[in-house]
């Protein structure tokens, strides 16, 4: 079948039917190509060989910028999501009795660093997930006057169940909120307007759906908001010459690269920009849809075999995610012998096995899955 991503940027499709993209991707060739010349031009030439990469990073940012619909000016290339949360968290200007709202099913990435304003006074207070999700009329009813800032996954890590970013900003504004999301389980599968969806902040890792290397992430925010924040981790980059050295009375550099700090991650950065262009050509809308049709070709399969599918699926909640269980087998030792027998890659964990199919996946590889799953129901209960 044809898919939106080629099949020949992948050579991890010669070894793998490769489900884990929200765990860690995989790099097009494209993208290894340019990584390969990249090490290879400081190997050869030290900073004769880097220094051409350094005048690239207003091309690597505005990259990022175009692929969020931003301008490069308010992208800053930063290690992972963490750097990104705290950043706002611990930039904002909080007061006595300021909360702040986070879910309770956040990946630990878009929690510690909210976690740690207690440190500072600031009430965090837990949405709980179990009792609703966080929908627009349930974000309504659990704002206060007192809440400054919530953040959010726009694709939650376990189960997937996509947010309503526009609806959720909407919300928050109208209560003088601030709205921030974590973006990293759905950037890549999924495209992303942030001035379309009204959010206020973002920040994502390149090493999952974006298909970059670990160790490399990105943070966009509205610049009113950029503004208003304390530049809480400054480094020599943040000066707005850094190359003037002993000017430290300068101010910083009024564009999301303040908060980069030291020198960036290179060829992270350019990992992010070649990946990007891959994702592109390829047309994100096209991919969105290629992996919504895998991920529901993939929950059909298990409902005809009896398993228990935990992701919530609907118009505007279906993502890049499938978790499952299967009745009378544990979940760890089906996906591990899924992977080490038949070369299946996934995630599993006691709550449930978790799939992430990407665009250049097949339907004949959901169906690899689904019938191996099939040949070990068939032995009998595991668990």
């Not at 991890?12 to 991707?25: C, L, S, T």
């Not at 993939?298 to 499938?322: D, F, K, M, Q, Y």
């Not at 799939?355 to 959901?366: L, R």
Request: hydrophobic share 45%; charged share 20%.
């Amino acid at each position: 079948m044809a898919t939106p991503l080629p099949r020949p940027e992948f050579a991890v499709v010669d070894r793998y039917a490769y489900f884990n993209h929200a765990a860690v991707g995989v790099l097009p060739q494209t993208t290894k190509r340019a990584l390969d010349a990249f090490v290879a031009a400081q190997a050869e030439g030290g900073v004769m060989g880097v220094f051409p990469y350094e005048n690239r990073m207003p091309e690597f940012r505005a990259s990022v910028g175009r692929f969020i619909g931003a301008g490069g000016d308010d992208v800053a290339i930063l290690r992972n999501t963490g750097d990104g949360a705290n950043a706002v968290a611990a930039g904002l200007d909080w007061r006595d009795g300021d909360e702040m709202l986070l879910c309770d099913d956040e990946f630990p990435s878009n929690a510690v660093p909210w976690l740690a304003l207690r440190d500072r006074g600031v009430g965090v207070r837990l949405f709980e997930t179990a009792t609703t999700r966080m929908t627009p009329d349930a974000l309504r009813a659990a704002l206060t006057p007192r809440t400054r800032l919530v953040a959010v996954s726009w694709v939650a890590f376990h189960d997937g169940y996509m947010h309503d970013l526009a609806g959720l900003a909407e919300v928050a504004h109208a209560n003088d909120t601030l709205l921030a999301a974590d973006v990293m389980q759905g950037l890549g599968g999924f495209p992303l307007d942030v001035g379309a969806c009204g959010v206020d902040a973002v920040y994502a890792g390149g090493a999952k759906w974006m298909l970059a290397l670990q160790g490399v992430a990105f943070l966009w925010m509205r610049p009113e908001l950029r503004g208003r924040l304390r530049l809480a981790a400054p480094g020599w980059r943040s000066a707005a010459d850094m190359w003037d050295f002993l000017n430290y009375d300068q101010g910083y550099v009024d564009a999301g690269s303040r908060f980069e700090g030291g020198t960036p991650n290179f060829i992270g950065a350019l990992s992010l920009h070649e990946s990007i262009g891959v994702m592109e050509r390829a047309g994100p809308a096209a991919i969105a849809a290629h992996i919504l049709a895998l991920t529901d070709q993939l929950c059909e399969g298990l409902e005809r075999t009896g398993a228990t599918v935990a992701s919530p699926r609907g118009n505007g909640t279906s993502s890049g995610i499938v978790t499952f269980t299967v009745p009378g087998h544990d979940p760890v030792a089906l996906g591990r012998g899924i992977q080490h027998e038949e070369g299946i890659v996934t995630t599993w964990r006691p709550n449930g096995i978790r799939v992430a199919p990407h665009g250049y996946n097949t339907a004949d590889e959901i169906d690899r899955l689904l019938d191996a799953l099939a040949r070990r129901i068939a032995k009998g209960p595991t668990a």
